[in-house]
């Protein structure tokens, strides 16, 4: 591996202490209260609403008070990015005393009085302006998932070991993921004139993760004295998967090998990077009609695969504990690159089909010169690329906001593989309001990747008088050297 990549995985500005930003925000905990009940009631009671399952899905905020004990960070590591912000990382951690409550109106109200999490968070502050206050918008996102534990009070506390903990905590991680865990961002813009082109940051690249063979497995123990019986009864060898999962990316699975202790996959997936701390989470399961049954655990970092030379072999634990089990894994970082000679065209025999071989990115920043009445306004933009939609947030009128020029600020990204790129999708743009589309346009990948940069940015006319404002480009790969 070339000093290039091994220079920039090994760059760090050095830990600090946080002892000024702990005083910060001690002064201004009050402030974070406030403002962290609105987030809770806007943006985290809907998604409750549409995600827990069943008599819980009516749970709504009666009380939501954070408690006096603060945030806390340490270990900031501060430089600058590709794209000339900056980048401050640091852990965070929190032991709350809360007192917040849920209630609905087919389960018992739920108290939490507690909230243990931890994580690494990422503060991307950018564009760097010339103007007051210097920086045009901060990003914040968590590198990865963090750890969230809850402790419930009243009727809640029977269930804090099963179904209320686990499904309310599980929801709640999947909203941070959704909205704060990379590749996600929590944007806040600092200067009401932000420009989002400016502004968003790109994938880093691509990691070809090959999951290559494990060894030394056993099969899980079994629960029931019925299993165990029909185990001593009939060798009970594992047909053994892995699940993996990199930050906030959708889970990949391998194939299933049956009835072996030493099973050999040799399968590859790509990732896409935002940040080479970024985990690589490792569940080797055993298929069972009966429910899968966990094996092992392992987990390693974008950056240790790489700096070992691109290949880890991993012991792997189980309920805590380690064992003789282990997974070995290769990996490959490709960079993306303005240029339509890394698009590769051509698939072999044994390349996946969906392997990566570039990247097309849709920003959304804004619509112009929306019609209609005010509150009958309820605009968002969706994104149609071949057989993949996207759809950003839907915007509501309320006084003080422009609902005739409403900024929305959101980037999606479609990996492209050989066969896409062979026969290339158009981009479609339409402007919604609520359900019903009020117009479109189209724009062909040629004339994405004909355009100087492979950028094409434009305020795209939708009919009616309106526009979006949105910018494609497209990335090749190139393998890291």
Known sequence: M??????????????????????LVEQLWPNICVAGAKIAKDVVEPILDSTLPGPLSNLRFVKLDFGHIPLRFSNIDVHKTTTQGIKLDMNVSWEGVCDIELDGTSVP????????????????????TNIIPLIGAAQVSFINPPSL??????????????????????????????MAVLPNRFLVKLDSNNDYFKTYQPHLGTLRLTIERATGISAPKKK????????????????????????????????????NQEPVWNESHDFLVSDFEQGIALDIQDDDLAGDDDIGLGHTTIKDVLLNGGSKELTLTHQGEHTDAKLIVHAKFYHFVAETSALATERSASQPADQICGLATILVAS???????????????????????FQTATKTYTPGTDIFNPSFDQAFQIPLTADMINNPPNFRIALMNKTTESGSAEVSFQD??????????????VGGGATVRAQIFVHGLELAE
């Open 367 to 389: 619509a112009l010169g929306l019609s209609g009445q005010p509150k009958e306004l309820n605009p968002s933009v969706q994104i149609t690329v071949g057989d993949k939609k």
């Open 224 to 259: 029931s004295g019925a299993s165990r019986l029909l185990a001593k009864i009939i060798k009970d060898v594992p047909d053994c998967y892995v699940k993996v999962n990199v930050g906030a990316e959708e889970e990949w699975r391998t194939s299933v090998q049956k009835n």
């Open 149 to 178: 534990k809850l402790d419930f009070t009243d009727a809640a506390n029977i269930a804090d070991c099963f179904l209320i903990e686990k499904t309310v905590r599980n929801t709640i991680l999947g909203i941070v993921s959704g």
């Open 2 to 23: 070339a000093s290039s990549l091994v220079d920039t995985l090994t760059a760090s500005g050095g830990g600090e202490q946080a002892g000024w930003l702990n005083d």
């Open 448 to 461: 994405v990747i004909s355009a100087p940069g492979l950028v094409k940015e434009d305020s795209f006319d």
């Open 109 to 128: 109200k739920i108290g939490i009085e507690k909230v243990h999490l931890k994580g690494r968070l990422s503060i991307l502050l950018c564009p760097l």
